[in-house]
């Protein structure tokens, strides 16, 4: 089964406007990762973020995560129409061994000029 | 080069067809892995090679062979496959790290499967 839950499961907004996502998971995590998937594109990485850590930054990204309340978000500030793709949370086996990302089910993201 | 290349782009197949997916990364990664993704869905992992050794099978179908000649390749060999496993198949690679859950996943840019 799926460990992450996202949503909304869809959203559009304008073009500088800001976007957040949320991702809830089920069992404890050492780290919960954001990936990005242009449409029918492969994935690509956006940011990791440790149980310890509360809060991160990258350029226009901003993930939190909670982890008493097992969820994380994913802000993108002053979006643009690049920024159109769907987004997945994913977090790897507690414990460590990296290898079996678990992956959320996604918010696709339109972002509107 | 942090890119991971996957052929063919697109395949379409009858259910009597074999076929094969190939998969190249030159990052120096020990660990490389095959996804099935449905539309709108998340990716879902098929199989996982560390060190070239096959670490995880998700309960694929025996139609579904993968195989990992060396570090650098990784085919995924379709044989007999029904018209449910037309899907995005996504190749990805990681550095591998053994106990270390900060491995971060690099996809290719997938084959589009079609069974018809």
């Known amino acids: 089964s799926q460990q992450g839950e996202e949503d909304p499961q869809a959203l559009s907004i304008q073009e500088g406007e800001n976007a957040t996502m949320n991702c809830s998971y089920k069992?404890?995590?050492?780290?919960l990762q954001w990936y990005r998937q242009n449409s029918g594109r492969g994935l690509v990485h956006l940011i990791l973020?440790?149980?310890?850590?509360r809060e991160k930054h990258s350029g226009r990204l901003r993930v939190t995560l909670d982890t008493s309340k097992k969820s994380s978000s994913l802000l993108i500030t002053a979006s643009r129409a690049a920024d159109t793709a769907s987004y997945f949370c994913?977090?790897?086996?507690f414990g460590g061994g990296g290898n079996k990302l678990t992956f959320g089910t996604g918010t696709q993201l339109k972002v509107e000029l | 080069d942090t890119e991971v290349t996957q052929t063919p782009k697109h395949l379409v197949m009858g259910m009597t067809n074999k076929k094969s997916l190939k998969c190249e990364q030159h990052?120096?990664?020990?660990?490389m892995y095959w996804y099935k993704q449905k539309a709108k869905k998340p990716p879902e992992l098929m199989f996982v090679?560390?060190?070239?050794?096959?670490?995880i099978n998700e309960s694929v179908p025996s139609r579904f062979s993968p195989e990992c000649p060396n570090s650098s390749l990784l085919n995924l060999h379709l044989h007999a496959l029904q018209p449910e496993d037309s899907a995005l198949y996504l190749c990805?690679?990681?550095?591998?790290?053994?106990?270390?859950?900060?491995?971060?996943?690099?996809f290719g840019p997938g084959t589009r499967l079609t069974v018809l």
């Open positions: 973020i440790r149980s310890n850590e």
């Open positions: 994913a977090t790897p086996p």
């Open positions: 990805a690679s990681s550095q591998g790290l053994r106990r270390s859950s900060t491995d971060t996943q690099y």
């Open positions: 990052m120096g990664h020990r660990a």
């Open positions: 090679y560390s060190y070239e050794k096959l670490s």
């Open positions: 069992t404890s995590i050492n780290n």
